[in-house]
């Protein structure tokens, strides 16, 4: 095996010194002989000078020697009237020079270190930097070893299926030879998917930590670059790095940034540079045996737009589900949470859990810390329910804005909006329970809010339930028409929303009498994907007229069942509107009462 060498500024401060020494030997050989300036007043005396050069500080010449030859001389001048004198006591003297050798030797020498040694310093750091011009190819992966690892499963909460999935994976890279003996193979690929903030990235951590392997962590979006060729050279050098610290795991976040379905570039057929990335990739992931023990792992959250080759078996054999918590998951990942805040032990996990349907791993992080960061704004020692109720309310409508002036026409007609979704929501079955209703602004534009908890996680919904969802939300523009006899513009976001559930009704779950039960939610995308055109739906225009008349006639029909309520409860609205204008907010027992006439 060639030796290497490496280079050093050591060299070249020997290699000058060396030069110096021999300059200095060859100029003393054929240097001049030096004399006295008082040998040269004598000699000049007696004759013996034969011709002279004289500068400002030496004279240069020719003499005769005892044997009458010519020799070369020099010596230095000195003072006329000093040498005079001195010549008259018979005083032997001398001119010196002062000798400059050593500062002009640094005069020269040293910008030269001086740029050796910056230049030495760049280049070094150029080499250490990714990507440097010296090493465009090599990828930017971030390698966690074993010691840096300390996220284990107990960290990681609310993905219990996903968990015992890839138990398997941590068996395996912890004794390899256990799965060849019935000769099985453990998979190539892992695909984590699910939405964004479940804990994809933890869950791929937490693997690597259990399993004590060093643990390779890089981007999608990293491999691509501006030059071609790059991204591939990047996808070969992570490969060959992993096979020489195997076992291991490759871990490609936000795969979706490099595994795009090929084809759909655009119109010029454009990203040459992903797909050569990508099939790459596809390579790499074809020549590896996975009884080496790298294991490659994934994450994203649009697995309907990743190429199919990615996808088939022997690539991401297996895909793991990291789906939403349910209460009980998200109670349990509340609790891994909470241990790094000082809590109030009367603090019910449960009810908080309760309260946050649809929030995923990340939002309940959030939650926790905004809770703690309230209960150090009030002056508190430990962070209790009402933080967490505060921070709850402001993730969901937004921070409150208690200084927006509000005239009172306006308080007025916010607070039977809300009260009007109250009433509503409370007098319809299979509608959410109301915990508080609230005028103070919040957020950008909302300046008031009813809050709805639902008692279970909901995975269907019948027909009945989102017709009463539907005209929940528009007893707020209901009770504005009963008591002022007009409508504001309070009511943009609850005909949107109940727009929406009625559209979702007729196209998507058949809820249609007149279209029956038809699928007609058809979201065909055309080859040019990345310009986000989209074809028309695939029915007739008649259809589309009837699916407009069904949307219209649910909403008008809910609008009405809205009405005939509040009509009713007209003094339950009336009275309420005074309390929530007098209190601002109305919690859930007094919403009770107020509604049961108590």
């Known amino acids: 095996m060639e030796k290497e060498h490496k280079f050093s500024i050591w060299y070249v401060l020997i290699g000058i010194w060396i030069v110096l020494i021999v300059q200095s030997y060859i100029a003393s050989m054929f240097a001049l002989k030096t004399i006295p300036y008082s040998q040269f007043m004598n000699l000049l005396k007696q004759g013996k000078i034969i011709e002279i050069a004289v500068t400002e500080n030496q004279i240069q010449g020719k003499m005769r020697g005892p044997e009458g030859q010519t020799e070369d001389f020099k010596t230095v001048r000195v003072d006329p009237e000093l040498s005079t004198m001195l010549d008259q006591y018979k005083v032997t003297f001398k001119g010196q020079i002062e000798s400059t050798f050593l500062r002009d030797l640094i005069s020269w020498v040293f910008p030269i270190v001086l740029f050796i040694g910056i230049w030495y310093f760049l280049m070094k750091r150029m080499a250490g930097q990714q990507p440097g011009f010296m090493s465009l190819g090599k990828n930017k992966a971030k390698i966690y070893v074993e010691d840096e690892l300390k996220i284990r499963f107990t960290d990681v909460a609310g993905v219990d299926e996903a968990e015992q999935e890839l138990t398997e994976v941590i068996d395996f890279l912890k004794n390899p030879s256990k799965f060849g003996e019935l000769g099985g193979k453990i998979p190539k690929g892992i695909l984590l998917v699910g939405p964004p903030g479940t804990g994809k990235t933890l869950l791929a951590k937490a693997v690597a930590g259990e399993s004590g392997v060093p643990f390779f962590s890089m981007s999608g979006s990293e491999f691509v670059e501006m030059f071609v060729g790059l991204g591939a050279a990047r996808v070969r050098d992570l490969f060959e790095q992993a096979k020489k610290r195997a076992p291991c795991i490759i871990f490609i976040d936000e795969l979706?940034?490099?595994?795009?379905?090929?084809?759909?570039?655009?119109?010029?057929?454009?990203?040459?540079?992903?797909?050569?990335?990508?099939?790459?990739?596809?390579?790499?992931?074809?020549?590896?045996?996975?009884?080496?023990?790298?294991?490659?792992?994934?994450?994203?959250?649009?697995?309907?737009?990743?190429?199919?080759?990615?996808?088939?078996?022997?690539?991401?054999?297996?895909?793991?589900?990291?789906?939403?918590?349910?209460?009980?998951?998200?109670?349990?990942?509340?609790?891994?949470?909470?241990?790094?805040?000082?809590?109030?032990?009367?603090?019910?996990?449960?009810?908080?859990?309760?309260?946050?349907?649809?929030?995923?791993?990340?939002?309940l992080a959030n939650l926790v810390n905004e809770a703690a960061l309230?209960?150090?704004?009030?002056?508190?020692?430990?962070?209790?329910?009402?933080?967490?109720?505060?921070?709850?309310?402001?993730?969901?409508?937004?921070?409150?804005?208690?200084?927006?002036?509000?005239?009172?026409?306006?308080?007025?007609?916010?607070?039977?909006?809300?009260?009007?979704?109250?009433?509503?929501?409370?007098?319809?079955?299979?509608?959410?329970?109301?915990?508080?209703?609230?005028?103070?602004?919040?957020?950008?534009?909302?300046?008031?809010?009813?809050?709805?908890?639902?008692?279970?996680?909901?995975?269907?919904?019948?027909?009945?339930?989102?017709?009463?969802?539907?005209?929940?939300?528009?007893?707020?523009?209901?009770?504005?028409?009963?008591?002022?006899?007009?409508?504001?513009?309070?009511?943009?976001?609850?005909?949107?929303?109940?727009?929406?559930?009625?559209?979702?009704?007729?196209?998507?779950?058949?809820?249609?009498?007149?279209?029956?039960?038809?699928?007609?939610?058809?979201?065909?995308?055309?080859?040019?994907?990345?310009?986000?055109?989209?074809?028309?739906?695939?029915?007739?225009?008649?259809?589309?007229e009837t699916i407009d008349e069904e949307i219209r006639r649910i909403i008008s029909s809910q609008y009405k069942v809205a009405l005939d309520i509040l009509k009713e409860k007209k003094d339950v609205l009336t009275k309420g509107a005074a309390v929530l204008l007098e209190k601002e907010k109305i919690e859930q027992e007094e919403i009770k009462a107020l509604i049961q006439g108590v």
Do not use: C
């Open 374 to 544: 309230l209960a150090v704004r009030r002056g508190k020692r430990e962070v209790d329910m009402s933080d967490f109720e505060e921070a709850v309310e402001r993730i969901i409508a937004g921070l409150e804005k208690k200084n927006r002036l509000i005239n009172k026409r306006e308080r007025e007609i916010v607070a039977h909006h809300e009260m009007g979704h109250a009433i509503v929501a409370m007098s319809l079955p299979g509608t959410d329970p109301v915990q508080k209703i609230s005028i103070i602004p919040r957020g950008i534009a909302a300046l008031g809010y009813t809050m709805q908890v639902p008692t279970d996680d909901r995975f269907l919904m019948s027909r009945t339930e989102l017709l009463n969802k539907i005209a929940s939300l528009l007893g707020g523009r209901a009770a504005e028409e009963i008591i002022f006899g007009d409508i504001s513009t309070g009511a943009h976001n609850d005909l949107s929303r109940a727009t929406d559930i009625a559209k979702s009704m007729i196209k998507e779950y058949g809820m249609s009498d007149k279209l029956g039960q038809v699928y007609l939610a058809h979201d065909k995308r055309s080859p040019f994907l990345d310009m986000g055109m989209q074809s028309p739906g695939d029915y007739s225009e008649a259809t589309s």
């Open 256 to 363: 979706d940034a490099l595994g795009k379905a090929r084809g759909l570039g655009g119109v010029t057929g454009g990203h040459d540079e992903r797909e050569q990335t990508l099939n790459q990739l596809l390579v790499e992931m074809d020549g590896f045996d996975s009884k080496i023990g790298v294991i490659l792992m994934a994450a994203t959250n649009r697995p309907e737009i990743l190429d199919p080759a990615l996808l088939r078996p022997g690539r991401f054999d297996r895909h793991v589900l990291v789906d939403r918590p349910d209460k009980v998951g998200r109670e349990a990942i509340l609790k891994v949470h909470l241990r790094t805040v000082k809590v109030d032990p009367g603090i019910d996990v449960s009810q908080i859990a309760g309260m946050t349907p649809g929030m995923v791993g990340a939002d």
